[in-house]
Every structure is written in C-alpha cells, then in structure tokens.
C-alpha cells in the first residue's frame, strides 16, 4: 500500500513554456502532499506543502509565481513550472504519508530540462 | 534548524557488512528514516524507526539509535552490488515535512 504516482518522469520543454507535474496516491488519500526538488550532487529541498482544498505553503526563496501548485482532490496534487528557464531544469519529486506512524513515500521524480 | 548530517562517501567489497551513520540536531524528531535512492530514480523507503526504539531489524537491514548521541545508523549485512546507491537519512516529527541528510554514496565492489 501507500503508493504514489507521478507523472511524467521526465519531460524536454522549449524555454518560456509551463510544464505541469502531476502527483498522485493511489491507494489512499493524501490531505498534505510534499514538493521537493533535487540539485545535483545536493539533498533534495523542500519546494513547498500542498494542501488539499487549500493554498500551498512555499519554503522561503521558492517563487509562487513560477511554481504553481494545485490540490485539488486528495489524491492529486500538481506542480506547475510556468515560464519555464533553462535553470529550472531539476529533478523534482512529490511524497505523500499515508498515516502518521508511516515513513513518506516518494513518487519516482520527473526528470525536467528546460532548453 | 534542524540539521541531520552524514558521511558522504562509502566503499565496501559484496559480502561484507556496510554500516552508514548520521547524527541529528533537533532532539524533538519522533521518526527517523533511511531511504534508498538508484540513478534517476526517486527515493524509496527503507525502513524507520521510532525514537522511542533503540534497534530495529529488518532482514539484511538493522538500524540503531542512540537518543542521547542523536546518532542513527543503517547496517546492511551481505553488501551486494545492487545495494549501489545514494542513502539518505532523514527525521520528521510526525506529520510534518521530512529533513533530509545530504546522502550517503555506497559503492560496492565486485
């Protein structure tokens, strides 16, 4: 159980295009779903929290602007790259916990570049 | 903050046993966590443990915590090459977001 989706795993746009990445539990429901991104060589870093029904809470330097997220169901959240630069290409991974006593389970990442 | 730190580099030959640490600052965390992570993949869960626990096993996998050192390690018995990964340490104080170690590399050879 506690199986998360997400889709692509990896994605080519043109610089000045949106991206949208989708996250999705699959066998139970997630009221908080987590945003990460991935630098080389670095640990991931918290993007953001996306609640369901409700505005996402950023981490501090992340823009709102750029990283639209949506959580609209509870068991989908979405992380939309808009006007997407060259620097944004990262790997980024959402995660979801199916209850409090158990570890957070990670989609497999989608692998973004930006050219 | 909160900092969870770990070594980053680890070389062991298959068959022998791969022990990985980390140590935490933040004295409230409630779980703490070893996840996997291949190439190009996400992470994947390997196991946790609550604070509470001062050992947890599980097949090739042992885990201890020492509370008052905040010191956590992942032991891997019978390394073998597929357990060629990125490991990462993280802790959480329930549900709430993950801090993560920068990872440790774990290279097994032949």
């Known amino acids: 159980g506690a199986v998360v989706s997400q889709h692509p795993s990896w994605v080519i746009c043109k610089s000045g295009t949106s991206v949208k990445i989708e996250c999705r539990s699959l066998d139970f429901q997630a009221t908080t779903m987590f945003w990460y991104r991935q630098f080389p060589k670095q640990s991931l870093m918290l993007m953001a929290t996306s609640n369901e029904g409700s505005k996402a809470t950023y981490e501090q330097g992340v823009e709102k602007d750029k990283f639209l997220i949506n959580h609209a169901s509870l068991t989908l959240s979405t992380l939309t790259v808009t006007s997407a630069h060259p620097e944004d290409s990262s790997f980024y991974i959402c995660?979801?916990?199916?209850?409090?006593?158990?570890?957070?389970?990670f989609g497999s990442g989608t692998r973004l570049t930006v050219v | 903050g909160e900092d969870v730190e770990q070594s980053l580099f680890l070389s062991v030959r298959e068959g022998d046993s791969s022990v990985i640490n980390c140590t935490y600052t933040d004295s409230s965390s409630t779980y703490l966590y070893w996840y996997k992570q291949e190439p190009g993949a996400g992470l994947q869960l390997l196991t946790y443990?609550?604070?509470?626990?001062d050992m947890k096993q599980d097949q090739r996998l042992t885990v201890l915590l020492n509370k008052k050192d905040k010191h956590l390690s992942l032991r891997i018995a019978d390394t073998q090459t597929g357990d060629s990964a990125i490991y990462f340490c993280?802790?959480?104080?329930?549900?709430?977001?993950?801090?993560f170690g920068k990872g440790t590399m774990l290279l097994v050879s032949p």
């Open positions: 993280a802790e959480s104080k329930g549900y709430s977001t993950l801090t």
């Open positions: 995660s979801a916990q199916l209850r409090q006593d158990y570890g957070y389970t």
């Open positions: 443990i609550f604070s509470n626990m």
